[in-house]
């Protein structure tokens, strides 16, 4: 492709509107659940400056980490946390998507819709987890909802190793076959 040419993407969007929509995400996201100004502050510029000038370290995750501590460090209430999902969220959804694609570069506005589809569909399930953690007793100081967290993490972790231990002995079955089986073994 030379200079002259032009590639025809239809409806796009500037890569640079990215960073502007995390920071954006962030410093809404900070006020609405509470965060002191300073907060809200720090939170959008590590948005903005992780998707712009200093794409390596990872503004938009700086801000939902910020996020997540203005969350815990106040009062429990389910519109506060249904708003630091979404915010949280969108940022992962950002932060990664500012990784590949280019400040100086056009999005096709077809390209995000199977994005934001997932967007959607991944927010139907988080919000309703996160009413149900919401609605859950407190015992003792420690609320049932980091139990059944923990639970749920360890659940899945054992899953994941069990799966994994499973599928890699025959990941390769080809390669041994063409190669033979002793190619790759002990010497």
């Known amino acids: 492709m030379t200079r002259d040419e032009r590639l025809i993407i239809g409806a796009a969007m500037p890569g640079v509107l990215l960073p502007v929509a995390a920071a954006a995400i962030a410093g809404i996201g900070a006020t609405l659940i509470g965060m ?3 907060w809200v502050a720090v939170a959008t510029a590590a948005a903005l400056l992780g998707g712009g000038a200093v794409r390596m370290i990872g503004g938009a995750w700086i801000a939902t980490a910020l996020l997540m501590i203005g969350l815990v460090a106040g009062d429990v209430s389910p519109w506060r946390t249904a708003t630091a999902i979404a915010a949280a969220h969108a940022l992962q959804v950002l932060g990664s998507l500012m990784l590949v694609i280019p400040l100086r570069s056009q999005v096709s506005v077809r390209a995000l819709a199977p994005i934001a ?20 007793p407190n015992r003792s100081g420690l609320p049932a ?3 059944a967290g923990a639970a ?11 799966m994994l ?7 390769f079955p080809k390669a041994e076959r ?6 790759g073994g002990p010497s």
């Open 36 to 38: 002191p100004a300073l």
């Open 117 to 136: 589809v997932r967007f959607v569909l991944v927010q139907l399930v988080c919000q309703a987890v996160g009413l149900l953690a919401s609605l859950l």
């Open 145 to 147: 909802a980091v139990i």
């Open 152 to 162: 749920a993490a360890l659940v899945f972790a054992v899953l994941m190793l069990r």
């Open 165 to 171: 231990r499973m599928r890699r002995p025959g990941a």
């Open 178 to 183: 063409a190669l033979g089986p002793g190619v």
